[in-house]
Every structure is written in structure tokens, then in C-alpha cells.
């Protein structure tokens, strides 16, 4: 059975960093994009960045040049380094996949929760 589970979320004060990771476990051929959203609550599900197989990344404008999306293809894990974080970025992160395995599918991760307090 394909599982993501994200780990490194945790309460931090503004203009601190947390690093989260997300790391795919199973049985599998491979990863395709692999992705970071988050929800806020009262809020809708909002990419956060993505990453294909081949590293070309994708961010919503507002993390753009904050955080950092990268890819460890021989841990089969995806990090999003956060960098000059803000009372706003405070949301559930959630880990997206597209797995390849029998058949190919997006998976979801349960979340982590980020709080970044003023």
C-alpha cells in the first residue's frame, strides 16, 4: 500500500523557518510531480509548489522566493524549506503525489500542521 507521510511541522515565530518533509513508502515504480498545498482554516486547499520528476518547480506568487521546494529521488522524499515565514502561511500542509505503481494516481498525505505566531 502507496503511503505519504509529511513530517517537520511545529510552531514557529515569524520570520523563523521550518524545513517539512514528505517521504513515500510501498510498493511503487516511481514518482511523478509531487506537490505542497495548504489549508487555512475557513479556507479552501491552495497549491503551495510542485515538482516534477525532472525538478522544474512551480510556486504560488505569494511563498515565491520564501520557500523552496526540492526532491530526493533515492529516499523517494519531497522537502519544502520555509524560509521568512508569516503569520498568514499558518495552515494544515498536505503532501499531493502522483504514484506510479499498478496504475498511476494522485495520493495524499494526512498533513502536518504549521502555526507561525506574531
Known amino acids: 500500500q502507496v503511503q505519504l507521510v509529511e513530517s517537520g511541522g511545529g510552531l514557529v515565530q515569524a520570520g523563523g523557518s521550518l524545513r517539512l518533509s514528505c517521504a513515500a513508502s510501498g510498493i511503487f515504480f516511481s514518482l511523478n510531480r509531487m506537490g505542497w498545498y495548504r489549508q487555512a482554516p475557513g479556507k479552501q486547499r491552495e497549491l503551495v509548489a510542485d515538482i516534477t520528476s525532472g525538478g522544474s518547480t512551480n510556486y504560488v506568487d505569494s511563498v515565491r522566493g520564501r520557500f523552496t521546494i526540492s526532491r530526493d529521488n533515492g529516499q523517494n522524499t519531497v522537502y519544502l524549506q520555509m524560509n521568512s515565514l508569516k503569520p498568514e502561511d499558518t495552515a494544515v500542509y498536505y503532501c499531493?503525489?502522483?504514484?506510479?505503481?499498478?496504475?498511476?494516481?494522485?495520493?495524499w498525505g494526512r498533513g502536518t500542521q504549521v502555526t507561525v505566531s506574531s
Open positions: 499531493k503525489g502522483t504514484i506510479v505503481s499498478l496504475t498511476t494516481r494522485d495520493y
